[in-house]
């Protein structure tokens, strides 16, 4: 079973900075894409930041210059450095990857979600 299992989120004052963590775990045979999305109370869930397998950024132009995604070297694990946050930051952020389990096709998988508040 595939779980990806998000942690860093939490309080933070406006110009501060966090940094994501989500872990992948389960019996895979490759990883594609890895992507950070967020979405705040009564918005939709909107794409924050994405990363190839050959490490190929994308990031939304709201945290462009502030947000910094990654990728460990076993692509297992998959990281958001956020700076300078602000107010209109405040979402839960969702790790999200394309995996090929083994035996299966790739599929789009979610993790739980991380609360990150941006206030003072």
């Known amino acids: 079973q595939v779980q990806l299992v998000e942690s860093g989120g939490g309080l933070v004052q406006p110009g501060g900075s966090l940094r994501l963590s989500c872990v992948v775990s389960g019996s895979i045979r490759a990883i594609n894409t890895m992507a950070w999305y967020r979405q705040a109370p009564g918005r939709d869930r909107e794409l924050v930041a994405s990363i190839s397998t050959g490490g190929n950024t994308n990031y939304a132009d709201s945290v462009k210059g502030r947000f910094m995604i990654s990728r460990d070297s076993a692509k297992i694990a998959v990281y958001l450095q956020m700076k300078d946050l602000e107010p209109e930051d405040t979402a839960v952020y969702y790790c999200?990857?394309?995996?090929?389990?083994?035996?299966?096709?790739?599929?789009?998988?979610w993790g739980q979600g991380t609360q990150v508040t941006v206030s003072s």
């Open positions: 999200n990857a394309n995996i090929e389990p083994y035996g299966m096709t790739a599929y789009d998988y």
